[in-house]
């Protein structure tokens, strides 16, 4: 494999672009925060140039969530978003949470849901499509936005300062040389650089190590969220219905749940999230959510319906409990790349368009001071004093409560936040990253799951397929292992091979060799929900940014 010195050495430099803030990820944190700039500026009679790197082949390519969003960002962000056509037209028209056995279902009275589980006067979007209504609103206030180009290395200063980052290599083969298709990347400096790169972001997670951001909160907690697409018989169809269930088929110390949204046009976007922390290695967030479909009070709704998208990602789910330190010199962690969603209310949206400002602000403060490269102290300062802290603060004992098990999990949040408010003196904290807590396969009971219907449940690589996700075929593979002999000499007799399971896009399976059983990584089919870089046992898995442009293309997701 050629490296990062030996290519500069060959064939850098590399050409640089200068900027006033840098930012990297073109999801809600990121575009809300070039937004928020040029708004600044406009309204000061200054300048601002700032750039936002996305590695998606379009903005809004790689976003899938839900999606419920709360308002209360865009409202401060865009008051007049209506006017300008954002793409919120379902408001919620009626709220259930179930809890399932296997065969049936026990639907809460609205009235004693606490107020995070409630939606009234939110709206189910399709997350993808506002993501491209935002980029063209950044663009049109004089944000570039560059699609296709993932930054794939921090610069650092000579003081250890972030000055901005390189955009990956292309044309780079799969045995690590150049090919004749070779362009180097291309470095974009910053006087700040802010990161916004969504769950588990592998910049994100270099800053956090690098500076030990995470050094006085508790470990991350994760979850993953995935999802599919689907047009449904339009007299099963009920626009503004939200469903959320807790149960069947997680056992009861699992923690999870499903969503089921109905947007407009006869669509339902439905999808099950499972929380990393869970301990049987046999256990397929995949196959859990497929079995979920089959329950008598869910699958009537797919019976006669399309199949028509599909995405998986994680969720950064710790809260407040597990917010890193979000300022470094040279820039910030905004959204999901530091955990502001709040899991409560399986809702990040407007929580990352709020970081997203909050940094903007801080950052355009600093830069009319004259100042640069430093840490911008009142980003978490702003933090402390919002609605969005005041919102998180209350939520902060909802993830370690509910990591309890369902039962215990839903009697505490149920008093704390039902009884109380979310107003309590006391902090529940989580002891244990998601990796550390699965148990050898030898004390676990494996799990059996029905055969694929191809109706209503589907297997890994159909699912994939309409995705729309592709690789460049000759590149290296992303998903890189710290030690290729770990999977064979750990993962396997220990776990069973849990890669096999944990991941929803088929990427990794253990293949007979006359040397024995070997890992096979399928790259080709990763949907760049970054499972594997968290859920790993021995965190020998990490995931890199393939070349531009590669992975997911969701349409409405």
């Known amino acids: 494999m050629i490296t990062t010195p030996e290519i500069l050495s060959q064939f850098g430099p590399r050409e640089s672009m200068d900027y006033d803030v840098v930012i990297v990820g073109g999801g809600p944190a990121g575009l809300s925060a070039a937004i928020r700039l040029k708004q600044l500026a406009s309204e000061k009679g200054t300048d601002i140039s700032v750039c936002v790197l996305e590695k998606g082949s379009e903005v809004g390519a790689h976003i899938l969530s839900g999606a419920v969003m709360d308002p209360i960002g865009i409202n401060e962000l ?10 919120l037209h379902t408001a919620v028209s009626e709220d259930r949470f179930m809890f399932l056995t296997e065969t ?3 639907t809460t009275p609205n009235w004693l849901l606490p107020e995070c589980f409630q939606n009234h006067g939110n709206y189910i979007v399709s997350l993808a499509n506002f993501t491209r209504w935002l980029g063209a609103e950044a663009e049109s206030v004089g944000v570039e936005i560059f699609p296709g180009f993932a930054a794939a290395e921090i610069i650092y200063g000579q003081n250890g300062e972030v000055t901005g980052v390189a955009t990956g290599n292309m044309g780079i083969g799969k045995d690590g040389q150049v090919t004749d298709q070779f362009q180097i990347g291309m470095e974009l400096r910053g006087k700040y650089t802010l990161f916004a790169e969504g769950s588990r972001g592998h910049l994100g997670k270099q800053l956090i190590s690098k500076y030990a951001l995470d050094a006085n909160c508790d470990p991350q907690s994760y979850g993953l969220g995935i999802k599919e697409l689907w047009e449904i018989d339009p007299a099963k169809h009920q626009a503004g219905l939200v469903i959320h269930t807790a149960g069947w088929p997680l056992s009861s110390d699992t923690y999870g749940g499903s969503f089921l949204y109905h947007l407009e046009n006869n669509q339902v976007a439905v999808g099950f999230v499972v929380g990393l922390s869970y301990s049987n290695p046999y256990l397929s967030p995949f196959e859990e959510f497929q079995r979920y479909k089959l329950h008598p009070s869910i ?33 910030a962690l ?25 940094a903007a602000e801080a950052a355009f403060d600093a830069l009319q001071a004259g100042r640069s490269a430093d840490e911008l102290d009142a980003y978490p300062v702003a933090f402390t004093k919002s609605w969005l802290h005041t919102e998180l603060k209350k939520a902060r004992n909802f993830k370690p409560w509910m990591s309890k098990g ?5 009697l505490m949040v149920g008093i704390e936040q039902k009884l109380l408010g ?5 902090t529940i904290h989580q002891q ?23 109706k209503i449940t589907f297997d890994k690589l159909s699912s994939v397929f309409i995705s729309n996700t592709n690789h460049a075929e000759n590149q290296p593979a992303h998903l890189t292992l710290k030690d290729a002999l770990v999977p064979t000499s750990i993962n396997l007799p220990l776990y069973d091979g849990p890669e096999q399971r944990y991941c929803p896009a088929g990427v990794y399976e253990y293949i007979p060799t006359p040397q024995g059983q070997q890992l096979q990584i399928n790259a080709q089919n990763c949907v760049h929900c970054k499972t594997c870089d968290i859920k790993d046992p021995t965190q020998n898995i990490v995931w890199l940014n393939p070349e531009g442009g590669g992975g997911p293309n969701y349409t409405s997701m």
């Open 78 to 87: 865009i008051p007049d978003w209506k006017s300008k056509g954002a793409p």
């Open 104 to 106: 049936k279902s026990l």
């Open 299 to 331: 699958r009537h709704f797919f019976e006669g319906g399309k199949h028509i998208g599909y995405g998986a990602r994680s969720l950064t789910a710790g809260g407040l409990n597990s917010l890193p330190k979000t300022v470094f010199p040279g820039g």
């Open 334 to 358: 905004i959204g999901c790349d530091a955990g502001f969603l709040n899991a409560s209310r399986i809702k990040g949206s407007h929580t990352a368009i709020k970081t997203g400002m909050l």
């Open 406 to 410: 369902l039962y215990l999990g839903t």
């Open 422 to 426: 979310g107003n309590v003196p006391w």
């Open 432 to 454: 244990h990253a998601d990796h550390e807590c699965l148990k050898p396969a030898s004390e676990c009971t494996p799990i059996e799951y029905p055969k694929p219907d191809g």
